[in-house]
């Protein structure tokens, strides 16, 4: 027996994006959102409202970052995703969190989170239905306390939150299951 949903976009993980952007004074400010994925090997588009501070922000500088936000700051990034730099204009500041110009592009990094993308604004595309904004990844820098021996960002040491759309609520990565483009191997002729 299967219960349906109706049309409920039933993705699972969800990632806890923090997206940060300078206003032309060079004032930060930073959201959360769960609407964001890869879309080139480059690139990464978000799906966020037109009229959010940041979005604006990000119209106004052209740049932004997008950090993985992770366990130890989730009050900070929850913060994020209900307070509106609109109505508050040290929204920033109220979040404990700190912020330092990246050297790539216009937009602020947020050391506090480990894992940082710093993007231009490539392209917004419009439709009725949504609001994709698309980045070009400049760099990313990453702490080294969530690198690997092997040099590269150890999932495991990140405690990154993902989020559940089906309650709204926030879980923490952690557990490897396996190794992909290799678990199916033993199936393969
Ligand atoms: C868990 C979570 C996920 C969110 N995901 C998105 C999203 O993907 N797109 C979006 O436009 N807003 C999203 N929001 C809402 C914004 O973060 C929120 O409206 C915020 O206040 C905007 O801040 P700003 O106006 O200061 O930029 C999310 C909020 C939370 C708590």
Not at 18 to 29: F, G, T
Not at 63 to 89: C, P, Q, W
Request: aromatic residues 8%; charged residues 25%.
């Amino acid at each position: 027996m299967r219960k349906d949903f109706g049309p409920f976009p039933a993705v699972f993980p969800m990632p806890v994006l923090i997206v940060a952007a300078y206003d032309k004074a060079v004032v930060p400010c930073a959201m959360n959102a769960a609407w964001g994925m890869i879309s080139d090997r480059d690139q990464i588009t978000l799906f966020i409202d037109e009229d959010h501070k940041t979005t604006q922000n990000i119209r106004e500088t052209g740049a932004f970052t997008v950090s993985l936000a992770d366990r130890e700051h989730m009050a900070a990034a929850d913060f994020l995703g209900i307070a509106t730099g609109n109505k508050m204009a040290d929204k920033f500041a109220r979040s404990g969190l700190t912020a330092v110009k990246s050297a790539h592009v216009n937009a602020p990094i947020i050391p506090e989170f480990p894992v940082a993308m710093e993007c231009e604004l490539q392209e917004i595309i419009d439709t009725d239905s949504f609001h994709a904004v698309i980045g070009k990844v400049k760099n990313t820098s990453a702490d080294e306390c969530v690198l690997g021996e092997d040099g590269r960002v150890d999932v495991s040491r990140l405690n990154a939150l993902i989020f559940d759309q089906f309650h709204g609520e926030y879980y923490a990565a952690g557990e490897k299951a396996g190794k992909a483009w290799n678990a199916g191997k033993e199936l393969m002729p």
